[in-house]
């Protein structure tokens, strides 16, 4: 088993407990927050895939994914920060 391999394993683990949080979370501003979670575990878990399979055309995807999660994240904190629960 590799670094790699180990990597992949926690951030399965990290994308189970955001789900987890997401089902559970008694405020929107918590299933947010976990939605974030999963969503950059699954950006983790592919880079790391390019880098073990040397896929050199997913790395645009990674990029662009990393970046509408970053604007997703800031509007969800706007919206949240002006009472939209």
């Known amino acids: 088993m590799t670094l790699v ?6 951030l399965g683990l990290a994308f189970a407990m ?9 405020t929107v501003a918590d299933r ?3 939605t974030d979670l999963c969503l950059f ?6 880079t790391l895939t390019v880098l073990r399979t040397d896929a050199a055309q997913f790395e645009d995807v990674v990029l662009v994914a990393t970046m509408l999660g970053f604007l997703a994240t800031i509007a969800l904190g706007a919206l949240i920060g002006k009472g939209g629960e």
């Open 18 to 26: 955001g789900l987890l949080r997401v089902a559970l979370g008694p």
């Open 5 to 10: 391999d180990l990597a992949l394993a926690g």
């Open 41 to 46: 575990s699954v950006i983790g878990a592919v």
């Open 32 to 34: 947010a927050v976990a």
